[in-house]
């Protein structure tokens, strides 16, 4: 079984600070790792892809890949409220394919909530 | 790039009506999309892999005759749920790959369907 755990929160913090969210992964073979934001009652957006160790940093946002631990982050700086929403963690195994594109497994969510 | 397309947003309609969603892919061809149903407060869940010109796959515990799934070109597959109830109302979001591997997953706007 392929799984992928986030604490579900809620995760509170105040406006302007950081933002720490965790994602671990089970398969140790999986290559690709995505973090997507979800506002409530929309779908899913693509915020952050990472796909080997270290940081990868775009505006506020930092992912961070350990796969050696099997874990994968996400740092919100400078929080903001819009930024309240739930992210979803997601990995890409090589031994989970579906035709030419290869199916994701997501975590349950952490829903974070920025305080003004 | 990489946008999903999905219509209608928002369905209301009668128990025992059939119901037909699209997923379109506007700017890439994909063979493989996903389709994914999400309940209140809870994780997204997978449903079914549509497959560019053979059968769609699907999930344990999804009807493939409650849910029939076409993907008849490179750039739309459709869900149609059929002779809906009210225990079928719920979100449901297409998400579409542009390539192979470890390409992330971009997501439709999703179709609330409500069944009355």
């Known amino acids: 079984q392929k799984e992928v755990e986030q604490n579900s929160g809620p995760l509170s913090v105040p406006e302007g600070a950081i933002a720490s969210l965790n994602c671990t992964y089970s398969?140790?073979?999986?290559?690709?790792f995505f973090w997507y934001r979800q506002y409530s009652g929309k779908s899913p957006e693509l915020i952050m892809s990472?796909?080997?160790?270290g940081d990868k940093e775009d505006g506020r946002f930092t992912a961070q890949l350990n796969k050696a631990s099997q874990y994968v982050s996400l740092l919100i700086r400078d929080s903001q409220p819009s930024d309240s929403a739930t992210y979803l963690c997601?990995?890409?195994?090589?031994?989970?394919?579906?035709?030419?594109?290869?199916?994701?497994?997501f975590g349950s969510g952490t829903q974070l909530t920025v305080l003004p | 790039g990489a946008v999903v397309s999905q219509h209608p947003s928002r369905v209301i309609c009668k128990s025992g009506t059939s119901v037909k969603i699209e997923c379109r892919s506007l700017?890439?061809?994909?063979?493989?999309m996903f389709w994914y149903r999400q309940f209140p407060k809870q994780s997204l869940m997978l449903m079914a892999t549509?497959?560019?010109?053979?059968?769609?796959?699907?999930e344990q515990g999804v009807e493939k005759d409650k849910f029939l799934i076409n993907h008849a070109s490179l750039t739309l597959s459709t869900l149609t749920v059929t002779s809906a109830h009210p225990e079928d109302s719920s979100f449901y979001i297409c998400?579409?790959?542009?390539?192979?591997?470890?390409?992330?997953?971009?997501f439709g706007d999703g179709t609330r369907l409500s069944i009355l």
């Open positions: 997601a990995v890409n195994s090589p031994n989970i394919s579906s035709g030419s594109a290869r199916q994701l497994t």
């Open positions: 700017d890439f061809q994909a063979t493989t």
């Open positions: 549509s497959n560019e010109g053979s059968k769609a796959t699907y």
């Open positions: 998400s579409a790959s542009p390539g192979w591997s470890n390409q992330p997953q971009h």
């Open positions: 990472i796909y080997s160790n």
């Open positions: 398969d140790r073979v999986s290559q690709s």
